[in-house]
């Protein structure tokens, strides 16, 4: 079983910068591909953001030129790079990661508030 672990997330204020990590319990150069999701109350689970093995990235509307995704395959580690925050973005994030075998794993998630 892998596991993911995702930190980084907290309070912060209306056009801020905060840089989530997932962290996995397995090489990650084993993924398939990798993506964070978002979930915000009385709202459903939207995936936002999306990297491949071979680090092509794609992106939802709603953050495509604010958010980046990326990874740091030495420390197993997915990282999302969040500038300009708006409140819309406040939500619980996820960590999603497919692995060779077609192994599906999630993290518990962090909580991101941004708010004045």
């Known amino acids: 079983q892998v596991q993911l672990v995702e930190s980084g997330g907290g309070l912060v204020q209306p056009g801020g910068s905060l840089r989530l990590s997932c962290v996995a319990s397995?090489?990650?150069?084993?993924?398939?591909?990798m993506h964070w999701c978002r979930q915000a109350p009385g709202k459903e689970r939207e995936c936002i953001a999306f990297?491949?093995?071979?680090?092509?990235?794609t992106y939802a509307d709603s953050v495509k030129g604010r958010f980046t995704i990326s990874t740091d395959n030495t420390k197993n580690t997915m990282y999302l790079q969040m500038n300009s925050l708006k409140p819309e973005d406040t939500a619980i994030y996820y960590c999603?990661?497919?692995?060779?075998?077609?192994?599906?794993?999630w993290g518990q998630g962090t909580q991101v508030t941004v708010s004045s």
């Open positions: 990297i491949n093995r071979i680090g092509t990235t």
């Open positions: 397995e090489s990650i150069f084993s993924i398939n591909f």
């Open positions: 999603y990661a497919n692995f060779r075998g077609n192994r599906e794993y």
